[in-house]
């Protein structure tokens, strides 16, 4: 299906109609029917900016607590969402298989995972201030296991319906392909900072070795489908505006992998012994610090992209959390490589990246939180157009 004919929810309807929906939305009922697995992306959107800044290498008094009650409201959202997601599968299934079905809300379902994930992290880093570290890390790897299992199936599964159940157009990749295969990339990740509390011998170099392997998994699907969406945008042009926010999802990739890198190098030495632990710290900055200008580069790309479809017109969607998660692991893997290397050019750059972070989370919340409100952002997708 070519992108121009995907359906679109910035497409204006009839008033009537548009009424109607949102009277009917007033009843819980209604509030879950078209509830869709992109929702998920705000938890991750929200979690990241909780771990970009607990883990600036520059910190400022007052930010861990900030950092904490980001994360705890992230951790509230991935209750509300999942009990949300229960009623809407229990309650309107068809809408359910439908998701499934959809050339694009089919990839949103690596959203779930990576939401699993980033809260579990947080829980890691910031919820021991409020759980004590022992049921922390209990959660963490609670959640973490259950995000690695779902983000698993999901870099498997989606991919096969895609290939196998879609009728893909040479103009269809774009940002959101990335959203299924990305996940195993963000379990490295947070697996890392699991490494420290398993127990020492083989569980202990199993669980890195498991991480690296999905490192390595990560990468490569994203290579290949981030060659995809370049060639797709040098061919076809960037696409409808709804999409161009998704563009920066690749920079989730980008950044998360040198966060992997260089996290997973730095508990090495915990598991393997030292040639090789050595070996992998190297890799962190060695493998890092051009991935890193790889990141940037994409950054003034997609940047350049937005404000010219922004001049106009860029219809507020739920697209737009692809500004927030992908530059906050941009922000983590500058802070990890600072850590790493002593660089304070690194981390001055992870101060402003942040701050960028920051200023997009704000800005984003606040517009879902005012669609939602509306009932704006419940309303089914509008009717395809030609």
Do not use: K
């Not at 479809?309 to 927030?324: D, K, N, Y």
């Amino acid at each position: 299906m070519s992108t121009s004919t995907l359906p679109r929810r910035d497409t204006p309807l009839h008033p009537l109609h548009r009424a109607g929906l949102l009277r009917d939305l007033a009843h819980p009922r209604q509030v879950v029917a078209h509830l869709g697995p992109n929702w998920f992306a705000s938890i991750m959107g929200t979690g990241i900016v909780a771990i970009a800044l607990v883990t600036l290498p520059l910190q400022a008094p007052g930010l861990h607590l900030a950092a904490l009650l980001v994360w705890v409201a992230a951790a509230v959202l991935l209750v509300a969402l999942c009990t949300a997601s229960a009623a809407h599968r229990l309650l309107h299934r068809d809408a359910a298989r439908g998701h499934v079905r959809h050339p694009v809300m089919v990839h949103s379902y690596g959203a779930p995972p990576m939401a699993l994930l980033t809260v579990g992290a947080g829980a890691l880093l910031l919820g021991r201030d409020l759980l004590g570290e022992p049921l922390a890390v209990a959660v963490s790897a609670t959640l973490w296991t259950l995000g690695t299992v779902a983000g698993l199936a999901s870099a498997v599964v989606v991919p096969y319906l895609v290939i196998t159940r879609h009728d893909v157009g040479p103009d269809a990749a774009f940002g959101g392909w990335l959203m299924p295969v990305v996940p195993p990339m963000v379990s490295a990740t947070t697996g890392a900072l699991l490494v420290p509390h398993a127990p020492a011998g083989q569980l202990r170099l199993t669980l890195l070795l498991a991480c690296y392997a999905m490192f390595g998994a990560a990468l490569l699907a994203s290579l290949v489908v981030t060659t995809l969406i370049v060639q797709r945008v040098v061919l076809h042009g960037v696409g409808p505006a709804a999409t161009v926010p998704a563009l920066w999802i690749v920079l989730g990739w980008l950044g998360q992998s040198v966060t992997a890198a260089n996290l997973l190098g730095g508990v090495a030495h915990l598991a393997v012994p030292r040639p090789y632990a050595s070996a992998l710290l190297a890799l962190g900055v060695v493998y890092g610090v051009p991935v890193l200008g790889a990141a940037l580069l994409w950054i003034v790309f997609a940047g350049a992209a937005t404000l010219r479809t922004a001049r106009a017109h860029l219809p507020f969607s739920l697209t737009w959390w692809s500004f927030t998660f992908p530059l906050g692991a941009v922000v983590t893997g500058t802070s990890a490589l600072a850590v790493h290397t002593g660089a304070t050019a690194l981390a001055a750059l992870a101060v402003v990246l942040c701050a960028g972070l920051v200023a997009a989370w704000v800005v984003v919340a606040g517009r879902t939180a005012r669609g939602s409100a509306r009932g704006h952002l419940f309303l089914p997708p509008a009717p395809a157009q030609p």
